[in-house]
């Protein structure tokens, strides 16, 4: 496993296409102190969150993509919007809750 100090450049944590053609990438950016996760909807840059630890980041972007893949159905049905990307995301708990 990385340490944060190990973690020097920005890496894809992962990256999907969807069945409604839709794309999307999560990327972790080291920071001074933090982990800064940035999500790429189609090529263009959606939101952005920051967390203190590599781990924490990892878990909290596992779990979007987790909760992308339950919705992709609806999502080639339906289609995404900025709304739902923002209601998926909430779905997400922040790490610390997930250690409980």
Known sequence: M?????????????????????TARLFISPDS?????????????HTERSFSTLEDAKTWGYELHHVLMQDALAGALLGYDDEVL??????????EKLHL
């Open 33 to 45: 102190n933090h982990f800064t996760i940035k999500l790429y909807w189609n090529q263009k840059f």
């Open 2 to 22: 990385l340490t944060n100090s190990e973690i020097q450049r920005p890496f894809t944590l992962w990256f999907e296409t969807l069945p409604s053609n839709d």
């Open 86 to 95: 923002t209601q998926l995301q909430a779905r997400c708990p922040e790490p």
